[in-house]
């Protein structure tokens, strides 16, 4: 596990004492660890000594690392719901936890991101998740987000960063380790080519 700067454990109830137990020496072995969901925030809770606070994000440093409580039911109020608020109670857990994260953006809460690595190119997926998520069925329609604002880290000044499918190369600054560049819009899918 200590591969991964974050892990997040959603709102299971169901975790047997072993696997709680690693997770929590994960985190005090340096790891991140955010806990979601009202039983399980409760379980965790009680191992590290922490009180929950309602539906509250409550946080503090475990050893080297970090443990954070989020005892919201976050996945079954967003499939009812869609709410922005949500994902910006999310992110700011999110953000507490991990601070430097290696993709960060500006212009819409919309954008899920993840990462890869092809070919020795670093690739920045973007999802627009807009839309109407409620009752978790067909989304009707998703409307394109943008301009969205990314500031990306990276090792050394990249060659070029490529905007796909279209195909478009991007403009962008590179300062103190990170690529700062600009997307006019991300209609449903969209990669950012780092070379």
């Known amino acids: 596990m200590s591969r991964f700067p974050v892990i997040v454990i959603p709102e299971w109830k169901n975790i ?34 922490m009180q929950i606070q309602d539906s509250g994000f409550v946080s503090r440093s475990l050893g080297q690392g970090k443990i954070g409580l989020l005892p919201s039911a976050i996945g079954e109020e967003y499939e009812k ?5 949500l994902r910006e109670q999310l992110n700011t857990a999110m953000h507490t936890l991990f601070p430097d994260p290696l993709v960060e953006i500006t212009g ?17 997926h973007l999802v627009n998740s807009s839309g109407d998520h409620k009752g978790a069925g067909i989304i009707q329609s998703i409307e394109p987000v943008g301009p969205l604002q990314l500031s990306i880290r990276c090792d050394s000044k990249p060659a070029k960063i ?12 590179y300062n ?18 780092i070379e």
């Not at 819409?108 to 920045?124: A, E, F, M, R, T």
């Not at 490529?162 to 600054?173: A, H, V």
């Open 16 to 49: 047997s004492p072993a696997f709680c137990t690693d997770l929590v020496e994960y985190a005090r072995d340096g790891g991140s660890l955010l806990v979601i969901g009202q039983e399980t925030s409760a379980q965790f809770g009680t191992l590290v000594g």
């Open 162 to 173: 490529m905007l796909q499918p279209e195909g478009k190369i991007c403009d962008f600054i």
């Open 81 to 85: 719901s869609g709410n922005e608020k």
């Open 108 to 124: 819409s809460p919309w954008i899920d991101v993840s990462i890869s690595q092809l070919n020795g190119k670093q690739l920045v």
């Open 176 to 193: 103190d380790g990170k690529v700062q560049v600009k997307i006019d819009m991300v209609d449903i899918y969209e990669i950012l080519v």
